[in-house]
């Protein structure tokens, strides 16, 4: 039974992780750059609704996945607006996302749809070839097309933040803005950029909750999943495959605590449910903290004229 | 590469900042080849003319001319295309990055998909033989010492083209013979086409290295000519608008008891497994000045720290007036007679957005007069903080004023305030006119003079050569948590201590 409970979890956390990878590279980026989104949570919300419900208007998962990410997009650039340009506090400016958020959602959808209504959303696509491995096959290689595209946004990611010209500027930026001031880099639009581009991939997260995993909508769908991608991308130490470990780590502990509730093993279901949340604190208070990785100006909006 | 600059002019330059004019209708000429030194106070708009030069900020009046043909300068950018570089007083690298890859953010790149290193690479290994500037252009930046940060920000200036180079206050990080191996680079650099801006307010490096100089007062122009035609003191004059006189110690015969007693003291350094004090032992008497010599970064910090009750000390004893203090509470060893001038200034001697009232009380609060069981008493702290504010001369508009407001001059008055009245018996100054101008500096120094005819035990942190030899009776070196030596003042010299600061070891036996 032990393996086929460990065969379980695997089969169950690769799944779920996709969301988590998305939201997280997106959020990464944007803190690279310097500016932390906690609104991730809201966009996911939103996004995840308008995935959801032009699916279930005209029957079209691309239609969806687009505007999700549009929405996302736009999200995010309200919250550079107000963080980068207005220079507004990080944190409030993104509570007040993340509320925004949830809260049209909440309302558009009794509005509009009222009741749990599935939609035909994307199934699983197995891999030719690939899926015929024996066991690891049918365990990787049989997912929905958008669990492929977030473990190729990984790698993806790692080349484009260190090996291209765009991705130094990212990484300048959130440290030390002066300096990529003072070398022609235009430090707020690398920011927009950022936070954008998170917003978009957060979108993504949203959509592939609805359209993909769950393939409904429901109130609380997100489940503080966008809180958790924010962790994740310090528990990651702002690398993508980091993030990526993290983001499996969350999703395996879930599928664990599903799967001791389907075995019908003797364990609290109060506790079960907490465990990933908590291990997600415990790690990110209890492993080395390596110096000299992190952007250190996280948080902090960029002022030219300010300095002495 | 740019076109090179044959002759830079800025003339008439106005800029004005809310509520402040800093820079009012300066001009200034520089030619191929000439170093021209920016000499000025605090806040006499030295930096705000480079800044305008440098294009992070932008004139409201005048104009710029390269060659003859007026420029625009909006951006760093603009600079750095018409061959102007800019190495800042802080230093501008991003400490995660490596040297090639600072170097790389200010490269023009050809293709958006692949990040050349290797170009950067080759760029850097020709500037870096051409200057005989060596640097390590695969370390991280935080890897390297403060020097070697120094000469990568110089490879990188020229790097990126420069052929005007402006150099604010460079030498502030070195010690005294990183600052001769820099001014020996920086006269090598000019014969190669190059001219070179050096901001400083340091009279002897100005006299050493400069053609001319440019002398700012509060944001105007008072001088300009030939470095060779004045003397170091007819400069400070003209910076200072007025006669300055640097105060000096007269020498005693007799000292007190020893009051501040650090016995082979072991302490942790940030990083985990290093001893950032290694054995230290250091001893000051009442009524003396004793001057802890060395380049930063050699433990002083720790030093200040574990005094003070801030770091754990690992072995060892600290001895105030008899009493065991190592290890005490910060509050237990105030209590028992230490005054504090520590080196960050707003952040460790103030609480910025406090007010320069409750700045002044900061360690008085709890007792009598000032507060009543749980109350404090208005009306006693005003008065109290009025009269410091007119005896310590602190420029505020009022006591209400946030000390972030201040000028570092007066910050550091405000710590004096509160420190020497309340009467130590020992008084440790890490760095007390870092940064500040003559003229406060020359009042820092009268203060700790006047503490030491009271009777004070004074442990002075510095890296000022000339300020420890005008004020300390003993100078002690230390390098890398010890102290290899203490020298009365009369036996001191400046080569003697440099070397000593550097970590040769000292001749006598």
Redo the contacts between chains.
Sequence with gaps: MILEVVIGVIVGGIPLSASLLFASLGEMFGQRSGVFNLGTEGIMMLSAFVGFYLVYLFGSPVLGIVAAMAVGGLMGLLMALVSVTFKAEQGISGIGLYMFGWGVSGTLFRVYVGGVTNIDGIGRIAVPVLKDIPVLGPILFNQNPLVYLAFLLVPVSSYVLF???????V??VG??P????????NVQRIRYQCVTLGGVMSGLAGAYLSIGQAQMFADNLTAGRGFIAVALVYFGRWKPSGVMWGALLFSMAHALQRSIQVYGIEFPYEIAVATPYLMVILVLALTYKE????P?ALGKPYN??FR? | MAEIIDRLEMNHITKR?PGVLALDDVTIHLRKGEILALLGENGAGK?TLMNVL?G??HQDEGSVLINGQEVQIY???DA?KRGIG?V?Q????????TVL??I???MY?H?????DLERVRGRVKEVAERYNLSVKPDA?I?QLSVGEQQRVELVKVLT?GANVLILDEPTAALTPQQTDALIDLLRQTVLQDTSIIFISHKLNEVKAISDRVAVLRNGKLVFDGNTADHSAADLAEKMAGREIKYPKIQKKDEYGVPILQVQNVWADGDQEGTDSLQGLSVEVRAGEIVGVAGVSGNGQRELADAINGIRKIKEGRIVLDGEDISNHSPQQIIDRGMGYIPEDRLHEGTIPRFSVRENLIMKDYRRAPLSKALFLRKGEIDSRSESLVKAFNVKTPDIQTSCASLSGGNIQKVILAREITRKPKALLAAYPIRGLDIGASEYVHNQLIQAREEGMAVLLISEELDELLDLCDRIAVMYEGKILDVLPREECTKQELGLLMAGVAHGKE
């Excluded at chain 1, 002066?178 to 880099?185: H, K, N």
């Excluded at chain 1, 110096?291 to 992190?294: I, K």
């Excluded at chain 2, 802080?90 to 990055?97: A, Q, T």
């Design positions: 090996k291209t010209p765009w991705g130094l500027k990484r300048a440290t030390t002066q300096a990529a001031d003072t070398l022609g880099v110096r000299n990785v992190g250190l030219r004229e002495g | 900042f930096t440098y992070l900020y951006e760093p950018l750095l800019m800042h802080h230093f501008m690298l991003v400490p995660n990055l890859e600072n790389a953010l200010g790149q293709s958006e998909f692949k990040l991280y935080w990126l």
